[in-house]
């Protein structure tokens, strides 16, 4: 892998965090997802704190496969619960949304860890 694809990953990888992150600090405040405030408010930070290392060490290879599979689940889970729930709006694709850049974060790492 040359240089230049090596910064393109780091960049996906930017914009995975903050495509992620996004979501998830709404969610944490929508009433719609009020049920779930505190377990996606610890989703969030954990994810904010990956970001944040992500930025000093510009490798995700801290990130543990089980930890990693572990946050992959809980948003898949939170995914399940909201996406087609009828009482919710348009909101309902957030949780969606979170599944689709958590599998992106995941790819990314994927790729890091294979150059």
Do not use: C
Not at 97 to 108: N, P
Request: hydrophobic share 45%; charged share 30%; aromatic share 10%.
């Amino acid at each position: 892998m040359n240089n230049k694809q090596k910064e393109t990953i780091k960049n996906d990888i930017q914009i995975a965090f903050a495509r992620l992150i996004g979501p998830l600090a709404i969610m944490s405040v929508l009433d719609s997802y009020k049920t779930k405030h505190e377990e996606i408010k610890k989703i969030l930070n954990i994810i904010i704190n990956w970001g944040a290392k992500f930025e000093i060490e510009q490798d995700l290879d801290f990130i543990k496969s089980d930890e990693l599979l572990n946050v992959y689940e809980k948003i898949n889970n939170l995914n399940t619960e909201f996406l087609y729930n009828p009482k919710l709006g348009n909101e309902s694709f957030l949780s969606d949304e979170i599944v689709i850049w958590i599998w992106q974060i995941m790819e990314l790492r994927k790729k890091l860890i294979e150059r």
